[in-house]
């Protein structure tokens, strides 16, 4: 009994190295501009073969208004923290630890780690491996990249991957067309996409979508990370 036991745990011991490796293995390769990711709800949309709809744009031909939007709605100090909001994450365990509603506090770097490596919920153990990896997916990608890959990998529908698809799926144009207001709906699109439509917006959508929109034409140096080329 002993000895099943010492297998079973060499066996779980190995299955974490290698879990642990993935990540920090692939994230330099990543770093390569010709390089395009696929996130882990991509592999398993692939693995039961759903309908899959993405096309990979450089960050050079989509809107900068888009990357604006995303950053003011989604990350605001996105080009000034290293992968990891410390500020905001307190406040929300303050929050926690009061016993009071918490609102999310992932950064565009978390997310885009989460969505490369790891699972969709809202476990501790999730967000304690998330943590690490963020700071070194930092480390070692530039802002700009950081950006590049998110948009490209986030879902804005069901099975509707990267900017390029959903701007052609909702508007029918290329990412590098988006106007204000297009980027503003589809920025808000974001923490729903299965029951928020950019191109039928609801009432709270256009609200939500004119503070985005303001937040963008004034963002001045908070986006100048990923405006640099």
Known sequence: MLKVAK???????????????IPLVLTPIYAIRGVHPV????????????PVL????????????LLHSIIMSEDGQFCRHHGVDWGELLSVVDLALDGEETRGAS???MQTVKNLFLWNDRSFVRKAIELPLALYFDFVLPK????????NIAEWDTGVYGIE?????????PASKLTAREAALITVSLPAPDVRNPAAPSATMRKLARRVERLAARSGAYVACVDDK
């Open 54 to 65: 993405r096309d990979w744009v450089p960050i050079d031909d989509v809107a900068p208004v």
């Open 107 to 109: 950064t565009i770097t």
């Open 39 to 50: 996130s882990t709800l991509m592999l398993f949309d692939e693995i039961t073969v759903r």
């Open 144 to 151: 700009r990249r950081i950006m590049e890959i998110y948009v």
């Open 165 to 173: 698809a959903a701007s052609q799926h909702y508007f029918g144009k």
């Open 7 to 21: 297998r079973i745990a060499a066996w779980i011991a190995v299955v974490v190295l290698i879990l642990v490796a």
